[in-house]
T-cell receptor, first 111, second 116 residues
Framework: RKEVEQDPGPFNVPEGATVAFNCTYSNSASQSFFWYRQDCRKEPKLLMSVYSSGNEDGRFTAQLNRASQYISLLIRDSKLSDSATYLCAVKTGTGGFKTIFGAGTRLFVKA | DTEVTQTPKHLVMGMTNKKSLKCEQHMGHRAMYWYKQKAKKPPELMFVYSYEKLSINESVPSRFSPECPNSSLLNLHLHALQPEDSALYLC???????????????FGPGTRLTVL
C-alpha cells in the first residue's frame, strides 16, 4: 500500500460545480497535512495546510479525518482557472520527518 | 515573500557532462530540499539539508551530489547521468526542516533536465 494515495481522476466538471478530492495516508503517526496545486510544467504551489478542526479559504475547504486517515479538499463554484493537478502532502516519519506526496488528482473545469 | 529561485530553467546535457543546478532563497529558511519529478508523477524527495547539514539522503545514486554552501544556497552537482534521470528537479525550502512536524515547504520553479 502506498503511503499517500489519491484518486488520479481526471475530474471533468462544469464551471460553478462543487468538486471534492480525498487523499488517504497509511501512517497513523502523521502530523501535518497539506494541499498543493500544480499547473502543467510548473512547480507545486501551496494551496492550504489542513488542520484538525478543518479550515476554509474562500471557495476552498480542507478537512482532516484522523480516525479514517484521510484528508479532503472541497472546491465550490469551480472556475476555469481551477483546472490543475491537486497534490496532497503528508509529513510523516520518525527521527526526521519527510513530506510524502500523493500522485495528484487532475481537475478540468469546462465552460 | 515566499520566493525560491532556481537556475537554469532548462538544461540539456550529455551522459559524460558535469553540470550543476542552483537554488536560492532569502526567506531565512533553515531547511532546503531537492526533489525529482517525472511526468505525471509526484515529487520524490532526494535530499534534505537542515541548518546547512545533510540530514536526509533518500538513497540517491552518487552521480547526484548535493552541496549547501550557506543557509541561502543549495546546489546539485550532476555527473555521468543517464537518460532516465531526465526530469523536473525541484528545490524547496522551509522554516525549520525535518525535525519539525508542522513545517511548510515552498517550491522553486524547477529545472527541467534532459539527459541525452
Amino acid at each position: 500500500r502506498k503511503e499517500v494515495e489519491q484518486d488520479p481522476g481526471p475530474f471533468n466538471v462544469p464551471e460553478g460545480a462543487t468538486v471534492a478530492f480525498n487523499c488517504t495516508y497509511s501512517n497513523s503517526a502523521s502530523q501535518s497535512f497539506f494541499w498543493y496545486r500544480q499547473d502543467c510544467r510548473k512547480e507545486p504551489k501551496l494551496l492550504m495546510s489542513v488542520y484538525s478542526s478543518g479550515n476554509e479559504d474562500g471557495r476552498f475547504t480542507a478537512q482532516l479525518n484522523r480516525a479514517s486517515q484521510y484528508i479532503s479538499l472541497l472546491i465550490r463554484d469551480s472556475k476555469l482557472s481551477d483546472s490543475a493537478t491537486y497534490l496532497c502532502a503528508v509529513k510523516t516519519g520518525t527521527g526526521g520527518f519527510k513530506t510524502i506526496f500523493g500522485a495528484g488528482t487532475r481537475l478540468f473545469v469546462k465552460a | 515573500d515566499t520566493e525560491v529561485t532556481q537556475t537554469p530553467k532548462h538544461l540539456v546535457m550529455g551522459m559524460t557532462n558535469k553540470k550543476s543546478l542552483k537554488c536560492e532563497q532569502h526567506m531565512g529558511h533553515r531547511a532546503m530540499y531537492w526533489y525529482k519529478q517525472k511526468a505525471k508523477k509526484p515529487p520524490e524527495l532526494m535530499f534534505v539539508y537542515s541548518y546547512e547539514k545533510l540530514s536526509i539522503n533518500e538513497s540517491v545514486p552518487s552521480r547526484f551530489s548535493p552541496e549547501c554552501p550557506n543557509s541561502s544556497l543549495l546546489n546539485l552537482h550532476l555527473h555521468a547521468l543517464q537518460p532516465e534521470d531526465s526530469a523536473l528537479y525541484l528545490c524547496a525550502s522551509s522554516q525549520d526542516g525535518p525535525a519539525t512536524n508542522t513545517d511548510t515547504q515552498y517550491f522553486g520553479p524547477g529545472t527541467r533536465l534532459t539527459v541525452l
